[in-house]
């Protein structure tokens, strides 16, 4: 990816791109370890991101909510760009 290459992720494969990820089994979050391709956490704006910064680690954890029909691209010198949207930050 530095090095030039282009990766894509749509709809919900965009969470495994972070540096972690989380899936709900009943009513319980479980964490995963992303691809750790993006330094931060990628989610869908649809749920409540600012109780999920708090599960999934708290003091540290940045989550960028992507709305419907949204996404980003991820420059190598770190810059983020929003795509047909806004990108919602969420952090502790």
């Given at each position: 990816y530095l090095q030039g290459a282009v990766v894509i992720a749509v709809g919900s494969a965009m969470s495994l791109l972070g540096e972690k990820s989380w899936y709900q089994l009943n009513e319980s979050i479980v964490p995963f370890t992303g691809w750790k391709i993006f330094p931060h956490v990628v989610a869908e704006d649809s749920e409540d991101?600012?109780?999920?910064?708090?599960?999934?680690?708290?003091?540290?954890?940045?989550?960028?909510?992507?709305g419907a029909s949204g996404g980003l691209i991820f420059n190598s010198d770190g810059l983020v760009e929003p795509v047909r949207g806004m990108v919602q930050e969420y952090r502790w």
């Open positions: 991101l600012e109780d999920m910064v708090e599960q999934l680690g708290g003091a540290g954890v940045v989550i960028l909510g992507i």
